[in-house]
């Protein structure tokens, strides 16, 4: 056994040798954020390390525990709580009609007539327990716990004041929990986390890798969103005691990766053409099946995916918007941005591969939207100004920031239309008087940056930063408009453009658009509408019509996939530039 001192964090513990720093750390409680999946690309993970005498920077998701080690983590580094959307801002509300309910009953009630029985046939699960109950002379009544009027469970006395159900939207980054009295349809608790899983990558295709490449890597990403999960419904407990005990619904949502990985599907049909999913339809099972630690005769539900990488969570989405409007164009922005366009219940939807980019994935001094990002960036008369979250020291960017860096850049001058950021020497022959220059340097060879903040530990977005953000805002903008394209619409045909998710939660819609992010829609039909998703799966909890409509939505949906489509990637390289 070697042990492993972390100073920054005053712990110690001891690991066996043969794992990796970062393996070892999060099994002691101290998940790194592992934005590549471990795979030593994107550099995130490198810690100074003191071992055998000596001092170096390593890579922790690459780097074997062979000795005792003092290992220097900076809290920025591990998997703590981002700033996480949780809240919707669709205008629709569901009357309150859950599918879950409970019925109290006397044993005076219950009494069968002579010979008689006391119950329909029932599931022995519920037959079992309340045999028991009846042959308890002290039990005067019992509560019966029914999914769609057909019972499920029995509970002991009077309960039927506590009935409690839960919304869960599963995203890539983070996971959100809607914890609700289904007996008023007041929302009594809402609890976010980030997804136990960004310690195996910030994107679903490096979950996905894992899951072929490791040995117990499909078992090990279920266990950590379902520890997430299991997470979530504690701190719940803690706010409301007794909701674990009475939790009887849950209903949950996520993109295709998120759905076969909490399920424990392998997801091997996602990575290669022609990425299918083992199932589309809403999945219902048991507590028990799904894995979650709630009463016995707990229901659990996923909404149904519309096909390929295109999940439940858009489907939510789907189910917050207008029915009684015209064609609009719906986007998810994120590291699988989802698109979806159309009206009423009738959409074409597609998914884009933008990369994590946008949520400060593949970018040097890329970040997630913490405390110590920088989450607002100005030029004006030639001074730099900006936005810290936390009002902390900046220790990286987060994609707001990016987003707002680049088209400031841009309107400068310092970022031509190609994308390419002009070295210092070249941009003063250009503007020889202009203060913005001593912000400009150099990050090794052949590599421009604008420095935000200079030092042991500079802040500064680079020339391979910028191209990393053209990919993504071009797959985007392409994915938009092919999509347009084939509804036979053009952006000024567009009752509304709405932005989904945390992103388009947080960018400076303005600026999203003079960089050609997003495609050009009136600026006053662009809204943002928060977590989406999160308010279509609370829906689902809460009316059981509104759950009936969700499931009839993928069959008035048509799935287009870009990747196949020539047309996607013409204009993916035709806008490419600023």
């Known amino acids: 056994m070697y042990c492993i001192k972390l100073p920054n964090q005053n712990a110690a513990f001891e690991t066996s040798g043969g794992v990796t720093i970062a393996q070892a750390c999060a099994a002691a409680g101290f998940p790194l954020d592992l934005v590549c999946g471990g795979q030593g690309t994107c550099g995130k993970c490198a810690v100074q390390v003191d071992r055998n005498g000596t001092s170096e920077t390593v890579l922790a998701c690459r780097t074997v525990v062979d000795c005792d080690m003092t290992v220097y983590l900076e809290e920025h580094q591990l998997t703590r709580d981002a700033s996480i959307v949780t809240e919707g801002r669709s205008a629709h509300r569901a009357r309150l009609s859950p599918a879950v309910s409970k019925r109290c009953m006397t044993r005076a009630e219950l009494l069968p007539p002579h010979c008689g029985?006391?119950?329909?046939?029932?599931?022995?699960?519920?037959?079992?327990?309340?045999?028991?109950?009846?042959?308890?002379?002290?039990?005067?009544?019992?509560?019966?716990?029914?999914?769609?009027?057909?019972?499920?469970?029995?509970?002991?006395?009077?309960?039927?004041?506590?009935l409690y159900?839960?919304?869960?939207?599963?995203?890539?980054?983070?996971?959100?929990?809607?914890?609700?009295?289904?007996?008023?349809?007041?929302?009594?608790?809402?609890?976010?986390?980030?997804?136990?899983?960004?310690?195996?990558?910030a994107d679903v295709i490096s979950r996905i890798l894992h899951t072929r490449e490791s040995e117990g890597g499909l078992d090990e990403l279920t266990?950590?969103?379902?520890?997430?999960?299991h997470d979530l419904l504690d701190r719940t407990e803690e706010k409301i005691p007794g909701f674990r005990s009475h939790l009887y619904h849950l209903v949950l949502c996520g993109n295709s990766t998120m759905q076969h990985l909490?399920?424990?599907?392998?997801?091997?049909?996602?990575?290669?053409?022609?990425?299918?999913?083992?199932?589309?339809?809403?999945?219902?099972?048991?507590?028990?099946?799904?894995?979650?630690?709630?009463?016995?005769?707990?229901?659990?539900?996923?909404?149904?995916?519309?096909?390929?990488f295109v999940g439940a969570d858009t489907t939510a989405v789907i189910l917050t918007l207008p029915t009684d409007t015209g064609p609009c164009l719906m986007v998810d922005l994120g590291t699988n941005g989802e698109i979806a366009v159309g009206s009423g219940t009738k959409y074409?939807?597609?998914?884009?591969?933008?990369?994590?980019?946008?949520?400060?994935?593949?970018?040097?001094?890329?970040?997630?939207?913490?405390?110590?990002?920088?989450?607002?960036?100005?030029?004006?008369?030639?001074?730099?100004?900006?936005?810290?979250?936390?009002?902390?020291?900046?220790?990286?960017?987060?994609?707001?920031?990016?987003?707002?860096?680049?088209?400031?850049?841009?309107?400068?001058?310092?970022?031509?239309?190609?994308?390419?950021?002009?070295?210092?020497?070249?941009?003063?022959?250009?503007?020889?008087d202009s203060p913005l220059a001593e912000y400009l340097g150099e990050v090794g060879e052949h590599?421009?940056?604008?420095?935000?903040?200079?030092?042991?530990?500079?802040?500064?977005?680079?020339?391979?930063?910028?191209?990393?953000?053209?990919?993504?805002?071009?797959?985007?903008?392409?994915?938009?408009?092919?999509?347009?394209?084939?509804?036979?619409?053009?952006p000024d045909q567009l009752d509304a453009l709405y932005l989904a998710g945390a992103f388009g939660n947080y960018i400076d819609i303005d600026r999203a658009l003079e960089i050609g992010l997003l495609p050009p829609v009136p600026r006053d039909r662009i809204r943002s509408i928060g977590n989406g998703a999160g308010q279509g799966v609370q829906m689902c909890l809460l009316n059981q019509a509104e759950m009936d409509?969700?499931?009839?939505?993928?069959?008035?949906?048509?799935?287009?996939?870009?990747?196949?489509?020539?047309k996607f990637m013409e204009t993916y390289i035709m806008n490419m530039n600023f």
């Open 262 to 308: 909490f399920l424990g599907l392998d997801p091997y049909g996602l990575s290669q053409d022609p990425f299918v999913n083992i199932t589309a339809g809403s999945v219902h099972c048991s507590a028990k099946e799904a894995g979650i630690e709630m009463p016995a005769g707990g229901v659990v539900e996923f909404l149904p995916l519309l096909g390929g």
């Open 549 to 566: 409509r969700c499931k009839a939505l993928p069959a008035t949906i048509e799935h287009l996939e870009l990747a196949t489509s020539a």
């Open 348 to 432: 074409k939807v597609s998914s884009t591969a933008c990369g994590p980019a946008l949520e400060g994935g593949n970018i040097a001094c890329g970040m997630r939207g913490m405390e110590g990002a920088i989450e607002r960036v100005s030029l004006q008369d030639g001074k730099l100004t900006y936005r810290v979250i936390g009002g902390t020291e900046p220790i990286g960017l987060c994609g707001s920031a990016i987003i707002d860096a680049v088209a400031e850049l841009c309107r400068a001058g310092i970022i031509d239309e190609s994308g390419r950021l002009l070295p210092r020497d070249e941009f003063l022959d250009e503007q020889p």
């Open 223 to 229: 266990g950590y969103i379902r520890g997430t999960i």
């Open 447 to 490: 590599n421009t940056a604008f420095f935000f903040t200079r030092g042991e530990r500079p802040v500064y977005l680079s020339q391979h930063d910028v191209r990393q953000i053209q990919l993504a805002k071009s797959s985007i903008f392409s994915g938009c408009m092919t999509l347009l394209e084939e509804a036979g619409l053009s």
């Open 117 to 162: 029985a006391y119950l329909d046939p029932l599931s022995p699960s519920i037959l079992r327990p309340f045999s028991k109950l009846m042959a308890d002379a002290s039990v005067d009544r019992v509560t019966f716990v029914s999914y769609r009027g057909q019972p499920v469970a029995v509970e002991a006395g009077d309960t039927t004041a506590l």
């Open 165 to 201: 159900g839960g919304a869960i939207d599963i995203g890539t980054t983070s996971v959100v929990l809607y914890a609700y009295d289904l007996n008023t349809g007041t929302l009594l608790n809402t609890v976010s986390a980030l997804n136990g899983q960004i310690v195996r990558g």
